[in-house]
């Protein structure tokens, strides 16, 4: 794919920008993509991010991403017109298809929020109704805030305040009466998602998490990046990274 | 017309290229990528008698030019081998060799056992070299009584090719070679995982859970090649070899050192189609060189 575009949004996010020559396959939120890092020796493996968004007119899809190590801080040096080999769609999406009927809560925490906003637009589109919780250390981390602002009712939450409820997502007032939704999609650091797992879980509503386990290959081979479910050691890329909480061990 | 065609005592390989089991799945994962049958033969992930859950999860950790894995042998175990797996590789137009692997000798004979039944497994590459797991794998393929002993035992109930998979983790790899084919081992392949550690310096805590694991990659391609020269000048069985091969230069690189098919491993998590491109990087390289029959190169170190 070729880049057509590279913001930075802040000091540690950026948005890369690939367009296909091919035609998009059909794309699922949730669903990631394996990109390769070329031109740095301390890099060998692809990486995985989340797609952020898609569009089907113009072949092109959108990474937001948190330069966190070697391997992104490469990729936020790509330029326009380069050329990056990405393997994707991989792995399975959030189950959207359920998210016709009653009201669905999308939380998003952190760059947890790239898969949450593509999930929000689709929902968008398909005319369903939900809300979304947005969680950060502070405002900076509010990413797409005021994006999603423009087209659904968004909520958050800051840890230190700057925004929003000060705390945790699950400290949020929606979450007092979590039982006016039907169900929770939910993408952020694993000890948010398991809060957030066990309120659904203590009110038996539906919730959909989407791991992030390092990976090597990406389509199910190496069984590097498995998680423990009740139906023992699975792998996060081929039977993720979107799970029903009651799958999991946690 | 250039012939590819290579022969591991008396299994015929279309051409050289193999997968290394554990990085190709069962084949049909790369279906998507490219027709799996066009390769010399597809080496299935590991098969053991009891479905193993593996190691827990964090498995692995990349290094410079490599990775770590500490995966332990994953698998659903023979039974599931039967219902489900075989009934789909079966199809392929290749060889597809099973990975036969296990705890005690019993049970690799068992698995061996069970592989001989099947019609449309080829051969079975016996995993004596695995580092990731307590019991069994390793343990036997680093002395050469107990790979004699594992391999003779595994010879008498195996009627077709067998394999035996070494692990480079030796003082002397050609006293192991040589007890496996004194065990009746028809082919030896080389080298499986070398065993390596990596520290996270802010938790100061190992990366992966097992605390070691088996290093393969790019990183490894040095070292592999030379224990496949050694071995391959000190036997007179078939030679596989293994280890960081990647491109099509690898490929001749060890086919020049002695050995007679390559798999290719690792290099498949990055590049899915790094098979069929070393295939067809070969033939090009066949092309350009002016040579006719692929086994004109096997030894051919100058």
Redesign the interface.
């Known amino acids: 794919m070729i880049i057509i575009g590279n913001t930075r949004i802040s000091d540690d996010y950026f948005i890369l920008e690939c367009k296909d020559s091919q035609p998009l396959p059909c794309i699922k939120p949730g669903q990631f993509a394996h990109i390769k890092v070329e031109g740095n020796p301390s890099v060998y493996l692809r990486r995985p991010f989340s797609i952020h968004d898609c569009n089907y007119e113009k072949n092109t899809i959108s990474f937001l991403i948190k330069i966190v190590g070697n391997g992104s801080a490469t990729l936020s040096q790509l330029k326009e017109n380069e050329v990056v080999s990405i393997v994707y769609p991989l792995g399975n999406g959030f189950s959207d298809e359920v998210a016709a009927e009653g009201k669905s809560l999308l939380i998003g925490g952190g760059v947890g929020i790239a898969p949450i906003f593509f999930l929000a637009k689709e929902l968008k589109r398909n005319k369903c109704d939900y809300d979304v919780l947005l969680g950060g250390k502070k405002v900076s981390d509010l990413l797409c805030y005021s994006q999603l602002k423009q087209f659904c009712s968004v909520f958050c939450t800051t840890e230190d305040g700057s925004e929003g409820t000060r705390g945790f997502v699950t400290d949020h007032e929606i979450m007092r009466n979590i039982s006016r939704y039907d169900r929770i999609f939910c993408c952020g650091p694993t000890p948010m998602m398991k809060a957030v797992g066990k309120k659904a879980c203590d009110n038996g509503i539906f919730c959909e998490v989407s791991l992030e386990n390092k990976m090597a290959c990406g389509f199910g081979v190496c069984l590097c990046c498995v998680t423990p479910t009740n139906d023992g050691n699975r792998c996060v890329c081929t039977d993720g990274p979107v799970f029903n909480i009651n799958e999991l061990k946690w | 017309m250039t012939n590819l065609e290579v022969n591991i005592h008396g299994l015929t390989l279309k051409n050289p290229i193999m997968t290394a089991s554990?990085?190709?799945?069962n084949g049909y994962?790369?279906s998507d990528f490219f027709d799996v049958s066009c390769l010399g033969g597809i080496i299935l992930?590991a098969t053991t008698a009891e479905?193993r859950?593996?190691n827990?999860?964090?498995?692995?950790a990349?290094?410079?030019?490599?990775?770590i894995?500490a995966?332990g042998l994953?698998n659903k175990g023979v039974d599931f081998f039967e219902t489900d797996i075989y009934p789909k590789v079966k199809y392929f137009n290749t060889n597809v060799i099973a990975n036969v692997a296990g705890s005690s000798i019993e049970s690799y004979v068992e698995v061996a056992r069970r592989m001989n039944r099947f019609e449309h497994i080829a051969a079975i590459e016996l995993n004596i070299s695995c580092p990731n797991v307590k019991q069994g794998g390793m343990s036997f393929g680093t002395k050469p009584e107990s790979a004699r002993e594992i391999t003779s035992a595994v010879r008498e109930v195996y009627d077709k090719t067998l394999i035996v998979k070494l692990t480079p983790n030796v003082t002397s790899v050609v006293d192991i070679a040589e007890a496996v084919i004194e065990g009746g081992a028809d082919a030896v392949s080389l080298v499986n995982t070398f065993m390596g550690m990596a520290i996270d310096v802010e938790t100061r805590k190992p990366v992966i859970s097992t605390i070691t694991g088996g290093v393969s990659?790019?990183a490894i391609k040095p070292m592999a090649l030379r224990m496949v020269w050694q071995v391959a000048k000190a036997v007179k069985v078939p030679v596989i070899g293994i280890g960081g091969i990647s491109t099509a230069e690898d490929v001749v690189e060890f086919l020049l050192a002695g050995a007679t098919a390559v798999e290719i491993g690792?290099a498949?998590?990055?590049?899915?189609r790094a098979t069929v491109d070393a295939l067809e990087g070969l033939r090009k390289y066949m092309a350009d060189h002016k040579i006719n029959d692929v086994k004109e190169l096997i030894g051919g170190l100058l």
């Open positions: 554990g990085t190709f799945g994962e790369y992930k479905k859950d593996g827990p999860y964090p498995r692995m990349e290094t410079a030019n490599g990775m894995n995966v994953q990659g790019p690792t498949n998590f990055i590049n899915p």
